[in-house]
Structure formats: structure tokens, C-alpha cells
């Protein structure tokens, strides 16, 4: 499968982008924003995942809007970006391609 232009420099963006700093998810254990893998082996001492932990992250977040059009820009949809579930994210960014809001002008050029 090919990447798009726009999710290449989208998944570079973040490398160079202010936002992740203000992240209220910075210091938050990876378990709380991202499902465990499902074919992996149950590891008995990580907490389970908690869809209702994470919002409670990215609620009060103030890059939070960020955050979910770099993920739907970047189609990482592993983990909770935005306040929004993996699946949410999908239906999300099928929505916003059919109405042609996906990409922002800044990455339309």
C-alpha cells in the first residue's frame, strides 16, 4: 500500500510541530491511549485499557483539535487521539474525505 503525500508530511509535521509540548497527554502511560494489541500475549501487570480514562485525558486538552486532524491527516488510528476512539477516528476521517475537509490548505498545496 502507497502513502499519500499528505500522510508523509503529515507523520513528519510531528517531529517539527509545536503542539505535541502542550499535549495534556505528555507523562500519561501508553496503556491509557492505546488499546493493547489484540494478537499480543496478555501482559497480566498492564492495567487494562479504559476508554473513559482516556477521554478524561483529552478532554481538558487545549491541543486536542490538533491532535485529531494529525492523526486522521497522518491515518493513525492505533491509539485515542482527539478525544476520540480508534473506530471513531476512522469514521471521522471517512466523513471529512467525503466532504473534502481532510486535508487543511496548508497541506492541499
Not at 491515518?75 to 480508534?86: A, K, R, S, Y
Not at 476512522?90 to 471529512?96: F, N, P, T
Request: glycine share 4%.
Amino acid at each position: 500500500m502507497s502513502i499519500s503525500r499528505q500522510t508523509r508530511q503529515a507523520r513528519r509535521e510531528i517531529v517539527t510541530a509545536e503542539w505535541p509540548k502542550r499535549a495534556a497527554c505528555i507523562g500519561v502511560p501508553l496503556y491509557v491511549l492505546y488499546p493493547e494489541d489484540r494478537s499480543a500475549r496478555r501482559d497480566e501487570k498492564r492495567p487494562r485499557f479504559n476508554k473513559a480514562k482516556a477521554r478524561k485525558v483529552c478532554a481538558p486538552c487545549p491541543v486536542r483539535q490538533e491532535c485529531l486532524d494529525w492523526a486522521l491527516r497522518s491515518n493513525d488510528t492505533e491509539g485515542v487521539h482527539g478525544g476520540l476512539m480508534p473506530d471513531e477516528q476512522v469514521a471521522e476521517r471517512r466523513r471529512r474525505v467525503r466532504n473534502k475537509t481532510l486535508w487543511p490548505a496548508q497541506l492541499a498545496g
